[in-house]
Protein backbone atom coordinates (compact mmCIF):
# COMPACT_ATOMS: atom_id res chain seq x y z
CA UNK A 1 0.00 0.00 0.00
CA UNK A 2 1.20 3.16 -0.97
CA UNK A 3 1.84 5.40 2.38
CA UNK A 4 2.04 9.24 1.17
CA UNK A 5 1.43 10.56 4.40
CA UNK A 6 5.13 8.80 4.97
CA UNK A 7 6.99 10.18 2.14
CA UNK A 8 5.58 13.91 3.30
CA UNK A 9 7.29 12.95 7.07
CA UNK A 10 10.56 11.47 5.21
CA UNK A 11 10.51 15.00 2.97
CA UNK A 12 9.96 17.22 6.31
CA UNK A 13 12.79 15.38 8.09
CA UNK A 14 15.24 15.46 5.37
CA UNK A 15 14.85 19.30 4.12
CA UNK A 16 14.75 20.22 8.09
CA UNK A 17 18.46 17.80 8.76
CA UNK A 18 19.95 19.55 4.99
CA UNK A 19 18.62 23.37 6.31
CA UNK A 20 18.71 23.89 9.85
CA UNK A 21 22.98 22.70 10.30
CA UNK A 22 23.87 25.25 7.69
CA UNK A 23 21.78 28.26 9.11
CA UNK A 24 23.15 26.93 12.83
CA UNK A 25 26.70 26.76 11.26
CA UNK A 26 26.00 30.41 9.73
CA UNK A 27 24.99 31.69 13.44
CA UNK A 28 21.41 32.35 11.86
CA UNK A 29 19.94 30.30 14.21
CA UNK A 30 17.45 27.63 13.59
CA UNK A 31 14.19 29.41 12.94
CA UNK A 32 15.87 30.90 10.19
CA UNK A 33 16.26 27.49 8.80
CA UNK A 34 13.41 26.09 9.09
CA UNK A 35 11.60 29.05 7.66
CA UNK A 36 13.90 28.54 4.77
CA UNK A 37 13.31 24.67 4.66
CA UNK A 38 9.42 25.20 4.61
CA UNK A 39 9.83 27.56 1.80
CA UNK A 40 12.12 25.11 -0.24
CA UNK A 41 9.85 22.56 -0.46
CA UNK A 42 6.14 23.72 -0.03
CA UNK A 43 3.66 24.66 -2.96
CA UNK A 44 5.87 27.59 -4.49
CA UNK A 45 8.52 25.47 -4.12
CA UNK A 46 9.51 22.38 -4.91
CA UNK A 47 5.97 21.44 -3.77
CA UNK A 48 7.66 18.37 -2.51
CA UNK A 49 4.46 17.90 0.30
CA UNK A 50 1.20 16.71 -0.45
CA UNK A 51 -1.28 17.55 2.08
CA UNK A 52 0.12 21.11 3.74
CA UNK A 53 -3.02 21.42 5.20
CA UNK A 54 -2.67 17.92 7.19
CA UNK A 55 0.91 19.30 8.25
CA UNK A 56 -0.30 22.41 8.91
CA UNK A 57 -2.84 21.10 11.48
CA UNK A 58 -0.09 18.70 12.96
CA UNK A 59 2.55 21.77 13.63
CA UNK A 60 -0.01 23.31 15.43
CA UNK A 61 0.55 21.36 18.37
CA UNK A 62 4.55 22.57 18.54
CA UNK A 63 3.16 25.68 20.13
CA UNK A 64 0.92 24.20 22.31
CA UNK A 65 3.10 22.88 24.09
CA UNK A 66 5.67 25.42 23.71
CA UNK A 67 3.19 27.40 25.48
CA UNK A 68 2.32 24.15 28.24
CA UNK A 69 6.47 24.10 28.96
CA UNK A 70 6.51 28.04 29.63
CA UNK A 71 2.70 27.97 31.36
CA UNK A 72 4.96 25.39 33.65
CA UNK A 73 7.19 27.84 34.89
CA UNK A 74 4.67 30.81 35.63
CA UNK A 75 2.83 29.27 38.88
CA UNK A 76 -0.16 31.40 39.77
CA UNK A 77 1.66 33.09 42.71
CA UNK A 78 4.19 34.52 39.98
CA UNK A 79 1.15 35.51 37.52
CA UNK A 80 -0.06 37.61 40.65
CA UNK A 81 3.22 39.45 40.64
CA UNK A 82 2.72 40.55 37.27
CA UNK A 83 0.84 43.94 38.14
CA UNK A 84 -2.66 45.11 37.00
CA UNK A 85 -0.81 48.00 34.91
CA UNK A 86 1.15 45.29 33.14
CA UNK A 87 -1.77 43.63 31.91
CA UNK A 88 -3.47 47.04 30.67
CA UNK A 89 -0.36 47.68 28.77
CA UNK A 90 -0.73 44.50 27.22
CA UNK A 91 -4.36 45.41 26.44
CA UNK A 92 -3.40 48.58 25.24
CA UNK A 93 -0.69 47.32 22.93
CA UNK A 94 -3.68 45.59 20.94
CA UNK A 95 -6.26 48.18 20.97
CA UNK A 96 -3.43 50.85 19.68
CA UNK A 97 -1.06 48.95 17.49
CA UNK A 98 -4.36 47.21 15.50
CA UNK A 99 -5.62 50.99 15.53
CA UNK A 100 -2.76 52.76 14.01
CA UNK A 101 -2.09 49.70 11.35
CA UNK A 102 -5.39 50.19 10.33
CA UNK A 103 -5.15 53.18 9.91
CA UNK A 104 -2.05 53.08 7.27
CA UNK A 105 -3.92 49.92 5.71
CA UNK A 106 -6.38 52.70 4.52
CA UNK A 107 -4.34 55.36 3.41
CA UNK A 108 -2.58 52.06 0.96
CA UNK A 109 -6.47 51.95 -0.26
CA UNK A 110 -7.58 48.86 1.13
CA UNK A 111 -11.32 48.98 2.54
CA UNK A 112 -12.41 49.61 6.01
CA UNK A 113 -12.95 45.74 6.21
CA UNK A 114 -9.47 44.43 4.91
CA UNK A 115 -7.84 47.22 7.29
CA UNK A 116 -9.66 46.12 10.31
CA UNK A 117 -8.70 42.63 9.64
CA UNK A 118 -4.81 43.48 8.96
CA UNK A 119 -4.31 45.45 11.74
CA UNK A 120 -6.03 43.45 14.29
CA UNK A 121 -3.76 40.33 12.76
CA UNK A 122 -0.56 42.08 12.52
CA UNK A 123 -1.18 43.97 16.17
CA UNK A 124 -0.21 40.38 17.40
CA UNK A 125 3.33 39.16 17.91
CA UNK A 126 4.76 35.87 17.20
CA UNK A 127 4.87 33.71 20.74
CA UNK A 128 6.81 30.93 18.84
CA UNK A 129 9.70 33.49 18.66
CA UNK A 130 9.37 35.33 21.89
CA UNK A 131 8.83 32.40 24.16
CA UNK A 132 12.16 30.55 23.02
CA UNK A 133 14.19 33.48 22.50
CA UNK A 134 13.58 34.38 25.82
CA UNK A 135 14.60 31.66 27.54
CA UNK A 136 17.76 30.81 25.52
CA UNK A 137 19.13 34.74 26.56
CA UNK A 138 17.84 33.73 30.28
CA UNK A 139 15.11 36.65 30.70
CA UNK A 140 11.77 34.85 31.09
CA UNK A 141 11.61 35.80 35.09
CA UNK A 142 13.40 39.18 34.40
CA UNK A 143 10.82 42.57 34.43
CA UNK A 144 11.31 42.49 30.80
CA UNK A 145 10.53 38.53 30.41
CA UNK A 146 7.34 38.65 32.48
CA UNK A 147 5.85 42.24 31.03
CA UNK A 148 6.51 40.80 27.43
CA UNK A 149 5.03 36.85 28.98
CA UNK A 150 2.10 38.79 30.14
CA UNK A 151 1.27 41.24 26.63
CA UNK A 152 1.56 37.78 25.06
CA UNK A 153 -1.10 36.05 26.92
CA UNK A 154 -3.20 39.51 26.33
CA UNK A 155 -2.93 39.06 22.84
CA UNK A 156 -3.47 34.99 22.99
CA UNK A 157 -6.77 36.36 24.94
CA UNK A 158 -7.41 38.57 21.65
CA UNK A 159 -7.63 35.57 18.94
CA UNK A 160 -10.89 34.12 19.87
CA UNK A 161 -12.66 37.94 19.70
CA UNK A 162 -10.68 38.75 16.31
CA UNK A 163 -11.97 35.26 14.29
CA UNK A 164 -15.37 36.26 15.60
CA UNK A 165 -14.43 39.47 13.96
CA UNK A 166 -13.16 38.04 10.72
CA UNK A 167 -16.46 35.60 10.51
CA UNK A 168 -18.86 38.83 10.90
CA UNK A 169 -17.22 41.21 8.75
CA UNK A 170 -17.24 37.82 6.18
CA UNK A 171 -20.76 37.48 6.62
CA UNK A 172 -21.48 41.50 6.35
CA UNK A 173 -19.04 41.00 3.25
CA UNK A 174 -21.70 38.05 1.66
CA UNK A 175 -24.50 40.88 2.19
CA UNK A 176 -23.03 43.88 0.69
CA UNK A 177 -22.50 45.62 3.67
CA UNK A 178 -19.03 45.44 4.27
CA UNK A 179 -17.81 48.61 4.26
CA UNK A 180 -21.03 50.44 5.42
CA UNK A 181 -22.26 49.79 8.72
CA UNK A 182 -20.87 46.30 9.10
CA UNK A 183 -24.02 45.16 10.89
CA UNK A 184 -22.41 47.27 14.39
CA UNK A 185 -24.67 45.98 17.04
CA UNK A 186 -24.68 42.23 15.08
CA UNK A 187 -21.24 42.42 15.54
CA UNK A 188 -20.51 43.79 19.08
CA UNK A 189 -23.35 41.65 20.43
CA UNK A 190 -21.43 38.53 18.74
CA UNK A 191 -18.13 40.06 20.30
CA UNK A 192 -19.81 40.33 23.83
CA UNK A 193 -20.99 36.59 23.68
CA UNK A 194 -17.05 35.53 22.17
CA UNK A 195 -15.96 37.30 25.52
CA UNK A 196 -18.09 35.68 28.11
CA UNK A 197 -18.13 32.21 26.94
CA UNK A 198 -14.32 32.40 26.62
CA UNK A 199 -14.15 33.63 30.68
CA UNK A 200 -16.37 31.10 31.54
CA UNK A 201 -14.31 27.96 29.92
CA UNK A 202 -11.35 29.00 31.62
CA UNK A 203 -13.16 29.27 34.76
CA UNK A 204 -14.68 25.57 34.18
CA UNK A 205 -11.15 24.98 33.22
CA UNK A 206 -9.67 26.32 35.64
CA UNK A 207 -11.58 25.12 38.39
CA UNK A 208 -11.43 21.47 37.40
CA UNK A 209 -8.14 21.41 37.02
CA UNK A 210 -7.24 22.72 39.73
CA UNK A 211 -9.47 19.26 41.41
CA UNK A 212 -8.61 16.48 39.36
CA UNK A 213 -4.51 17.17 38.06
CA UNK A 214 -3.01 16.74 41.22
CA UNK A 215 -4.77 13.36 42.33
CA UNK A 216 -4.26 11.93 38.81
CA UNK A 217 -0.58 12.69 38.74
CA UNK A 218 -0.25 11.36 42.07
CA UNK A 219 -2.00 8.04 41.17
CA UNK A 220 0.33 7.59 37.52
CA UNK A 221 2.93 8.72 39.25
CA UNK A 222 2.89 5.55 42.24
CA UNK A 223 2.82 3.56 39.44
CA UNK A 224 6.28 3.84 38.54
CA UNK A 225 5.54 4.27 34.86
CA UNK A 226 7.31 6.44 32.97
CA UNK A 227 5.60 5.89 29.65
CA UNK A 228 1.62 6.46 31.64
CA UNK A 229 3.49 9.45 33.15
CA UNK A 230 4.60 10.87 29.77
CA UNK A 231 0.94 10.01 28.44
CA UNK A 232 -0.83 11.77 31.20
CA UNK A 233 1.08 15.09 30.38
CA UNK A 234 -0.18 14.34 26.94
CA UNK A 235 -3.71 14.15 27.78
CA UNK A 236 -3.77 17.06 30.19
CA UNK A 237 -1.73 19.58 27.38
CA UNK A 238 -3.86 18.47 24.44
CA UNK A 239 -7.27 17.87 26.38
CA UNK A 240 -7.36 21.51 27.99
CA UNK A 241 -6.21 22.68 24.50
CA UNK A 242 -9.34 21.06 23.24
CA UNK A 243 -11.53 22.75 25.77
CA UNK A 244 -10.38 26.30 24.55
CA UNK A 245 -10.95 25.54 21.15
CA UNK A 246 -14.13 24.60 22.57
CA UNK A 247 -14.57 27.51 23.77
CA UNK A 248 -13.56 30.23 20.74
CA UNK A 249 -9.76 30.47 21.97
CA UNK A 250 -6.84 28.92 21.08
CA UNK A 251 -4.73 25.82 21.01
CA UNK A 252 -2.14 27.50 22.15
CA UNK A 253 -3.75 29.31 25.13
CA UNK A 254 -5.11 26.04 26.30
CA UNK A 255 -1.67 24.52 26.57
CA UNK A 256 -0.66 27.66 28.72
CA UNK A 257 -3.40 27.15 30.74
CA UNK A 258 -2.73 23.41 31.48
CA UNK A 259 1.00 24.55 32.48
CA UNK A 260 -0.22 26.98 34.69
CA UNK A 261 -2.36 24.43 36.29
CA UNK A 262 0.42 21.96 36.70
CA UNK A 263 2.80 24.83 37.69
CA UNK A 264 1.21 24.34 41.16
CA UNK A 265 2.20 20.92 41.58
CA UNK A 266 5.12 18.64 42.86
CA UNK A 267 5.29 17.36 38.96
CA UNK A 268 6.09 20.72 37.33
CA UNK A 269 9.72 19.72 36.36
CA UNK A 270 9.31 15.95 35.55
CA UNK A 271 6.29 17.01 33.26
CA UNK A 272 8.51 19.52 31.63
CA UNK A 273 11.51 17.28 30.85
CA UNK A 274 9.19 14.65 29.66
CA UNK A 275 7.27 16.81 26.78
CA UNK A 276 10.71 19.10 25.86
CA UNK A 277 11.08 16.40 23.27
CA UNK A 278 7.88 16.25 21.95
CA UNK A 279 7.67 20.37 22.29
CA UNK A 280 11.04 20.83 20.03
CA UNK A 281 10.27 18.51 17.12
CA UNK A 282 6.65 20.16 16.80
CA UNK A 283 7.70 23.64 17.26
CA UNK A 284 10.71 23.08 14.12
CA UNK A 285 7.52 21.77 12.07
CA UNK A 286 5.52 24.42 12.87
CA UNK A 287 7.85 26.89 11.38
CA UNK A 288 8.15 24.70 8.71
CA UNK A 289 4.91 24.83 8.03
CA UNK A 290 4.93 28.67 8.03
CA UNK A 291 7.63 28.85 5.48
CA UNK A 292 5.33 26.63 3.28
CA UNK A 293 3.19 29.79 3.84
CA UNK A 294 5.07 32.15 1.89
CA UNK A 295 4.93 32.27 -2.07
CA UNK A 296 8.22 32.66 -3.20
CA UNK A 297 7.30 34.20 -6.41
CA UNK A 298 5.68 36.96 -4.65
CA UNK A 299 8.28 36.99 -2.74
CA UNK A 300 11.03 37.44 -5.37
CA UNK A 301 8.97 39.62 -7.79
CA UNK A 302 8.04 41.45 -4.99
CA UNK A 303 11.03 41.93 -2.83
CA UNK A 304 11.33 45.37 -2.48
CA UNK A 305 7.69 45.41 -1.09
CA UNK A 306 8.38 42.84 0.98
CA UNK A 307 11.73 44.49 2.46
CA UNK A 308 9.90 47.44 2.95
CA UNK A 309 6.51 46.22 4.72
CA UNK A 310 9.06 43.88 7.19
CA UNK A 311 11.33 46.88 7.97
CA UNK A 312 7.84 49.39 8.26
CA UNK A 313 6.07 46.67 10.56
CA UNK A 314 8.85 46.16 12.72
CA UNK A 315 9.48 50.13 13.22
CA UNK A 316 5.76 50.99 14.28
CA UNK A 317 5.10 48.25 16.43
CA UNK A 318 8.51 48.67 18.04
CA UNK A 319 7.86 52.60 18.86
CA UNK A 320 4.80 51.98 19.32
CA UNK A 321 5.07 49.32 22.06
CA UNK A 322 8.06 51.10 23.67
CA UNK A 323 6.16 54.34 23.48
CA UNK A 324 3.30 53.04 25.30
CA UNK A 325 5.59 50.99 27.50
CA UNK A 326 7.23 54.13 28.76
CA UNK A 327 3.66 55.35 29.57
CA UNK A 328 3.22 53.23 32.26
CA UNK A 329 6.61 54.10 33.83
CA UNK A 330 8.67 51.41 32.31
CA UNK A 331 12.36 52.30 32.42
CA UNK A 332 13.62 53.35 28.86
CA UNK A 333 16.17 50.18 28.37
CA UNK A 334 13.46 47.94 29.25
CA UNK A 335 11.03 49.66 26.52
CA UNK A 336 13.33 49.44 24.40
CA UNK A 337 13.80 46.29 24.45
CA UNK A 338 10.16 44.84 25.12
CA UNK A 339 9.73 47.10 21.58
CA UNK A 340 12.05 44.71 20.24
CA UNK A 341 10.78 41.87 21.47
CA UNK A 342 7.59 42.32 20.25
CA UNK A 343 7.71 43.91 17.22
CA UNK A 344 7.32 40.91 14.75
CA UNK A 345 4.17 39.51 12.75
CA UNK A 346 2.54 36.69 14.35
CA UNK A 347 1.30 33.09 13.81
CA UNK A 348 -1.96 34.12 13.65
CA UNK A 349 -1.39 36.81 10.52
CA UNK A 350 -1.57 33.87 8.96
CA UNK A 351 -4.63 31.90 9.71
CA UNK A 352 -6.37 35.76 10.16
CA UNK A 353 -4.94 36.54 6.44
CA UNK A 354 -5.58 33.58 4.81
CA UNK A 355 -9.43 33.04 5.92
CA UNK A 356 -9.85 37.06 5.05
CA UNK A 357 -8.51 36.42 1.32
CA UNK A 358 -10.58 33.21 1.42
CA UNK A 359 -13.83 34.99 2.34
CA UNK A 360 -12.92 37.68 -0.30
CA UNK A 361 -12.21 40.33 1.98
CA UNK A 362 -8.41 41.09 1.39
CA UNK A 363 -6.89 40.66 -2.44
CA UNK A 364 -5.02 37.27 -2.55
CA UNK A 365 -1.76 39.25 -3.51
CA UNK A 366 -1.91 41.69 -0.54
CA UNK A 367 -2.27 38.43 1.88
CA UNK A 368 0.88 36.82 0.44
CA UNK A 369 2.68 40.14 0.27
CA UNK A 370 1.66 40.60 4.51
CA UNK A 371 2.33 37.05 4.86
CA UNK A 372 5.84 37.27 3.42
CA UNK A 373 6.76 40.37 5.17
CA UNK A 374 5.76 38.85 8.53
CA UNK A 375 7.75 35.95 8.20
CA UNK A 376 10.87 37.81 7.31
CA UNK A 377 10.09 40.16 10.55
CA UNK A 378 9.98 36.73 12.37
CA UNK A 379 13.15 36.06 10.89
CA UNK A 380 14.71 39.12 11.93
CA UNK A 381 13.93 38.97 15.31
CA UNK A 382 16.43 37.65 17.35
CA UNK A 383 19.09 40.01 14.76
CA UNK A 384 16.82 43.33 15.88
CA UNK A 385 17.22 42.19 19.69
CA UNK A 386 20.30 41.48 19.83
CA UNK A 387 21.21 45.16 18.01
CA UNK A 388 18.84 46.66 20.07
CA UNK A 389 20.74 45.11 23.82
CA UNK A 390 24.12 46.35 21.87
CA UNK A 391 22.50 50.02 21.73
CA UNK A 392 21.41 49.84 25.11
CA UNK A 393 24.66 48.71 25.91
CA UNK A 394 26.04 51.63 23.94
CA UNK A 395 23.76 54.22 25.75
CA UNK A 396 24.15 52.79 29.50
CA UNK A 397 27.79 53.40 28.96
CA UNK A 398 27.40 56.55 27.57
CA UNK A 399 24.97 57.57 30.87
CA UNK A 400 22.02 58.68 28.43
CA UNK A 401 19.84 56.05 30.58
CA UNK A 402 19.98 53.60 33.16
CA UNK A 403 18.45 50.09 34.04
CA UNK A 404 16.65 51.41 37.38
CA UNK A 405 13.36 51.31 38.53
CA UNK A 406 13.39 47.23 38.01
CA UNK A 407 8.84 46.54 37.95
CA UNK A 408 9.11 43.35 40.18
CA UNK A 409 11.36 41.06 41.76
CA UNK A 410 13.24 38.02 39.81
CA UNK A 411 11.46 35.29 41.51
CA UNK A 412 15.02 32.32 40.74
CA UNK A 413 16.67 29.74 42.76
CA UNK A 414 20.22 30.58 42.93
CA UNK A 415 22.81 30.14 45.71
CA UNK A 416 20.69 27.00 46.73
CA UNK A 417 21.07 23.65 47.31
CA UNK A 418 19.41 20.72 44.97
CA UNK A 419 18.90 17.79 47.62
CA UNK A 420 18.16 14.82 45.73
CA UNK A 421 16.07 11.73 47.42
CA UNK A 422 14.17 13.00 50.37
CA UNK A 423 14.27 9.71 52.87
CA UNK A 424 15.55 9.37 56.10
CA UNK A 425 19.38 11.14 55.00
CA UNK A 426 17.45 14.11 53.23
CA UNK A 427 15.29 14.73 55.88
CA UNK A 428 18.26 15.21 58.19
CA UNK A 429 20.03 17.51 54.87
CA UNK A 430 16.98 19.22 54.90
CA UNK A 431 16.21 20.08 58.52
CA UNK A 432 20.25 21.24 58.93
CA UNK A 433 19.96 23.48 56.38
CA UNK A 434 16.95 25.00 57.25
CA UNK A 435 18.85 25.57 60.61
CA UNK A 436 21.07 27.92 59.13
CA UNK A 437 18.76 29.37 56.70
CA UNK A 438 20.29 27.82 53.55
CA UNK A 439 17.74 27.64 50.70
CA UNK A 440 17.06 23.96 49.13
CA UNK A 441 15.00 22.82 46.98
CA UNK A 442 13.69 18.70 46.89
CA UNK A 443 13.57 15.82 43.97
CA UNK A 444 12.31 13.16 44.81
CA UNK A 445 10.27 9.92 43.02
CA UNK A 446 7.63 8.88 45.20
CA UNK A 447 4.69 10.08 45.01
CA UNK A 448 3.35 9.49 48.82
CA UNK A 449 6.48 10.71 50.08
CA UNK A 450 6.57 14.04 48.24
CA UNK A 451 2.41 14.20 49.10
CA UNK A 452 3.85 14.54 53.13
CA UNK A 453 6.65 16.71 52.67
CA UNK A 454 4.64 19.12 50.37
CA UNK A 455 1.95 18.98 53.22
CA UNK A 456 4.74 20.18 55.75
CA UNK A 457 5.88 22.99 53.71
CA UNK A 458 8.67 21.36 52.32
CA UNK A 459 9.62 22.89 48.92
CA UNK A 460 9.62 19.00 47.06
CA UNK A 461 9.09 18.18 43.31
CA UNK A 462 8.77 14.86 41.51
CA UNK A 463 11.40 14.40 39.26
CA UNK A 464 14.18 12.18 38.04
CA UNK A 465 17.35 13.82 39.11
CA UNK A 466 19.48 12.01 36.27
CA UNK A 467 17.39 13.98 33.57
CA UNK A 468 19.25 17.43 32.33
CA UNK A 469 15.87 18.92 32.18
CA UNK A 470 14.42 18.68 35.26
CA UNK A 471 17.69 19.77 36.91
CA UNK A 472 17.52 22.38 34.79
CA UNK A 473 14.54 23.62 36.07
CA UNK A 474 15.20 23.48 39.53
CA UNK A 475 18.29 25.77 38.59
CA UNK A 476 21.21 23.24 39.30
CA UNK A 477 23.26 25.32 36.53
CA UNK A 478 23.41 28.01 39.79
CA UNK A 479 22.54 25.61 42.68
CA UNK A 480 25.94 25.88 45.63
CA UNK A 481 25.26 22.49 45.65
CA UNK A 482 23.86 18.96 44.42
CA UNK A 483 23.04 16.75 47.24
CA UNK A 484 22.32 12.98 46.62
CA UNK A 485 21.57 11.75 49.40
CA UNK A 486 19.25 8.06 47.68
CA UNK A 487 21.23 5.34 47.55
CA UNK A 488 19.37 4.67 44.20
CA UNK A 489 21.32 2.53 42.04
CA UNK A 490 22.61 4.78 38.97
CA UNK A 491 21.41 8.03 40.30
CA UNK A 492 24.72 9.10 41.35
CA UNK A 493 26.61 8.20 38.07
CA UNK A 494 23.65 9.75 35.87
CA UNK A 495 24.32 12.48 37.55
CA UNK A 496 28.05 12.95 37.29
CA UNK A 497 27.92 12.13 33.36
CA UNK A 498 25.36 15.28 33.10
CA UNK A 499 27.52 17.53 35.62
CA UNK A 500 30.76 17.32 32.80
CA UNK A 501 28.35 18.59 30.24
CA UNK A 502 25.59 20.72 31.79
CA UNK A 503 27.24 22.24 34.83
CA UNK A 504 30.79 21.31 35.23
CA UNK A 505 31.27 24.35 38.39
CA UNK A 506 28.48 22.54 40.70
CA UNK A 507 29.51 20.83 43.35
CA UNK A 508 27.76 17.03 43.72
CA UNK A 509 27.98 15.36 47.43
CA UNK A 510 26.89 11.77 46.98
CA UNK A 511 26.13 9.42 49.52
CA UNK A 512 28.42 6.63 49.51
CA UNK A 513 27.33 2.94 50.78
CA UNK A 514 30.11 0.83 50.98
CA UNK A 515 34.39 1.19 50.02
CA UNK A 516 33.73 0.61 46.41
CA UNK A 517 30.68 2.47 45.97
CA UNK A 518 32.75 5.44 47.50
CA UNK A 519 35.49 4.73 45.16
CA UNK A 520 33.38 4.50 42.49
CA UNK A 521 31.87 7.85 43.04
CA UNK A 522 35.48 9.83 43.89
CA UNK A 523 36.52 8.40 40.00
CA UNK A 524 33.14 9.42 38.82
CA UNK A 525 34.49 13.15 39.94
CA UNK A 526 32.12 13.13 42.47
CA UNK A 527 32.40 13.98 46.62
CA UNK A 528 31.52 10.60 48.80
CA UNK A 529 30.20 11.21 51.69
CA UNK A 530 29.86 8.61 55.04
CA UNK A 531 27.60 5.58 55.45
CA UNK A 532 25.22 5.85 58.84
CA UNK A 533 22.13 7.71 58.22
CA UNK A 534 22.83 10.04 60.46
CA UNK A 535 26.48 10.58 60.74
CA UNK A 536 26.06 10.87 56.70
CA UNK A 537 23.10 13.50 56.83
CA UNK A 538 25.69 15.73 59.26
CA UNK A 539 28.66 15.08 56.80
CA UNK A 540 26.52 16.38 53.79
CA UNK A 541 25.47 19.17 56.01
CA UNK A 542 28.98 20.16 56.62
CA UNK A 543 30.35 19.49 52.98
CA UNK A 544 27.03 21.89 51.73
CA UNK A 545 28.54 24.36 55.29
CA UNK A 546 32.12 24.46 54.04
CA UNK A 547 30.96 25.89 50.15
CA UNK A 548 28.75 28.20 51.85
CA UNK A 549 31.10 29.57 53.88
CA UNK A 550 33.39 29.51 50.52
CA UNK A 551 30.90 31.65 48.72
CA UNK A 552 30.98 34.29 51.32
CA UNK A 553 27.55 33.54 53.23
CA UNK A 554 27.59 33.92 56.89
CA UNK A 555 25.51 31.40 59.01
CA UNK A 556 23.36 32.57 61.89
CA UNK A 557 25.90 31.51 64.17
CA UNK A 558 28.47 34.13 62.80
CA UNK A 559 25.90 36.86 62.67
CA UNK A 560 25.52 36.17 66.14
CA UNK A 561 29.28 36.40 66.91
CA UNK A 562 29.82 38.84 64.80
CA UNK A 563 27.02 41.06 66.74
Keep these: MHHSYLLDVLVLLI ?99 AAIIIGGALALSSTAIVMPLLSKLGKMNTSVGRMAVAILLMQDLAVGPLLVLIEALAGAQSAGAADAGMGGDQLATELGLAVIQAAAAIAVIFAAGRIL ?14 ELFV ?9 TSWGTEVAGLSLAFGGFLAGVLLAETEFRHQVAADVQPFRGLLLGLFFMTVGMSVDLRVAATEFGAVLGLAVALMLVKGVLIAGLARLFAVPGPRALRLGAFLSQGGEFAFVALGAAALA ?80 YVILDLSAERIKEARATGEPVYFGDATQAE ?43 VGEEAVLSLRRAGLTPIGQEATDTGMKLTGAVLELWHEAGHDTPGDRTAAD
Design 231 to 239: GMALLVALA
Design 15 to 113: AAMACVPVFERLRLGPVLGYLAAGALIGPSGLKLIGDVEATRALAEFGVVFLLFTIGLELTVERVRLISGRVYALGFLQIVVTAAVLTIVARLFGLGLA
Design 360 to 439: GLIPDAAAQLIIAAAVVTMAATPLVGSAVRRVVAYLETRGYCTTEGVMGVVQDFRGHVVIVGFGEIGHIVARMLKAYDIP
Design 470 to 512: VLHGVGAERALAIVVTTDAGGVAEGLAVLRRHEFPDVHVLARG
Design 213 to 226: FRPLFRLVAATNSP
